[in-house]
């Protein structure tokens, strides 16, 4: 099932592709969350840009849970793509886009980059980005 920025479902014959499209604008950072269980067969999961071109991808033949992040390079409608192949399992992948670069861009301008809540903003991020918090 599909609910805005999820999708789930759970199989015990997935062989095809499901395909669900998002749209990024130049800038914008994209992170997947991704939870895999895998019983039997493959499943590959792709984040396509909107050439068609495979940003990322990954085949899975055993149960992972992981995170993927990218940062739009072009505005476009992006393709998450999730492909099984005699399949026997479930996958949950849930995803967010954010603006923070726009959000710096525009705060520059005006600035308000020192601004006590900007910087505190700035400073969860870092330490996400480098696990220090989840």
């Known amino acids: 099932m599909n609910y805005g920025n999820d999708f789930e479902a759970s199989y ?8 669900e499209r998002i749209q990024l604008d130049a800038g914008d950072t994209f992170s997947l ?8 067969g493959a499943l590959t999961i792709q984040f396509v840009d909107p050439d068609g071109n495979a940003i990322w991808e990954e085949t899975f ?30 996958f949950d992948l849930s995803w967010d886009v954010g603006e923070l670069q726009h959000f710096c861009r525009q705060n520059h301008r005006e600035g308000l980059l020192n601004h006590p809540d900007f910087l505190f903003i700035q400073s969860q991020v870092i330490q996400y980005r480098f696990g220090l918090i989840k």
Do not use: H, I, M
């Not at 015990?12 to 395909?19: A, H, M, P, T, V």
């Not at 969350?33 to 019983?39: A, K, L, N, Q």
């Not at 990218?70 to 026997?88: I, P, W």
């Open 12 to 19: 015990q014959l997935f062989d095809g592709e499901e395909r």
């Open 33 to 40: 969350s991704y939870e895999v269980d895998v019983d039997d």
């Open 61 to 90: 033949l055993e149960d992972e849970k992981n995170v993927f992040d990218f940062t739009a390079k072009a505005s476009g409608r992006y393709s998450l793509v999730v492909a099984g192949d005699k399949a026997e399992g479930s």
